[in-house]
């Protein structure tokens, strides 16, 4: 039978199958907004969304994560979640490490970057306690990695336990390297008046280290005692199953998805990705990807009606860089004409991290 779109329906019903591939802000955001107008298949190798900036916070406060970890089934209602990892795109197929082959109408690959987590919420949940745990009964912690993730968690520690040491190494000459050098310096001095030891190109490496080792040796041989530590490095992109695909010209040499301007694969007409999978030349960001997965749905709702492709939306990059929190009241952020620093940028970023914000674009309790 013919979709509306012209498109033969996989499953012989009346609707068109949107398949998302990736269960995180931008694959929720598409499948929860597309779920009125089409049979949407969530693939996804947790059973819940997490909203990735809230996690450091989650690991001092680990009431956050209560309202940051939604359940998938919250928010898409009748519609089928598939809890596995993609691993090919054939034909009109998304194939599942499982082998199972799932077809589609349109699909919107989301993948964005790769996380070890667990499969539920629950054991999620208890993993933020399990840190929370290290952290109270630790009086020594080691951070690796001081991008946003490695200076929030150790602003985090340093305003929640100022007796405790810490300990930041980062292998990069400064500190925030991906939002600028003048915010990287502004977080610098606040992490050393805070009593932060931050060490700057340096590496630490963890695969020599032994299970309760509490002496890490850095690159350049400083040594440093610490109860328990931290890696946050950036994860892996999740574009590695695309690879063996047919899709696998349409990476860039970083390994993102090509997207043209309708935010659809490149040389694709059935194919949308959103979020930070795509090649969109600015930096990786919640609101972005908020906007990117508003423009997916928004162009697969059109061409579900029929609507031409001069008709489809266009998705405009923005040129703003990201905020890093500085404890409760402090934050910093690096504008193309200035660096703003205190508790202006601080309640730009909101003391809650958007998390209502996300729950009520879901249509989920705040
Ligand atoms: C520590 C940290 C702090 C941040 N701070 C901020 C901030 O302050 N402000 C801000 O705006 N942004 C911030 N960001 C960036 C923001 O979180 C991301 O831009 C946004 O979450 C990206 O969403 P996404 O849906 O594209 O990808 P992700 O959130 O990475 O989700 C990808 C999803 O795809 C799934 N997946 C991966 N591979 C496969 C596969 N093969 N098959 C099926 N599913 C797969 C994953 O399990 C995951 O659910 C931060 C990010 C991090 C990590």
Known sequence: MAGAGGWVHPYGSRRPVVVVV???????????????????????????????????????????????????????????????SSANVRGEAVITAEGRLVEYTYLVIATGHTNQCPRNRRDRLEQFQEDNMK????????????????????????????????????????????????????????????NVEVHLEQSVDLESMSEGDRLFRTSSGIEITADCYFSCLDGPLG????????????????????????????????????????DAPELNQGYFVQRHAMVVSKNIKLLMEGAKDSKLLKYKPSSTTPMVSLGKTDAVVQLSFAMVVGYLPAMWKSRDLYVNRTRTLLGVAR
């Open 22 to 84: 990736g269960g995180g802000v931008a694959g929720a955001l598409v499948a929860n907004s597309l779920q009125d107008h089409a049979d949407v298949i969530l693939i996804d190798p947790k059973e819940y969304l997490e909203i990735p900036w809230t996690n450091m916070i989650s690991k001092v406060e680990p009431s956050v994560a209560e309202k940051s970890l939604i359940n998938h089934n919250d928010y898409l209602g009748g519609t089928q979640v598939i809890t596995a």
């Open 135 to 194: 952290i109270k009964y630790s009086g020594s912690i080691l951070i690796i990695g001081g991008e946003s993730s490695g200076v929030e968690l150790a602003t985090e520690i340093a305003m929640n336990y100022p007796d405790k040491k810490v300990t930041l190494v980062h292998d990069r000459p400064r500190l925030l390297e991906s939002i600028g050098h003048k915010a990287g310096g502004k977080a610098l001095r606040w992490l050393r008046s805070k």
């Open 239 to 278: 574009s590695s199953w695309i690879r063996d695909s047919e899709l696998k010209d349409c990476l860039d040499s970083d390994g993102r998805l090509m997207v043209d301007a309708n935010l659809r694969v490149k040389g694709q007409s059935n194919i949308f990705a959103a979020g930070d999978i795509t």
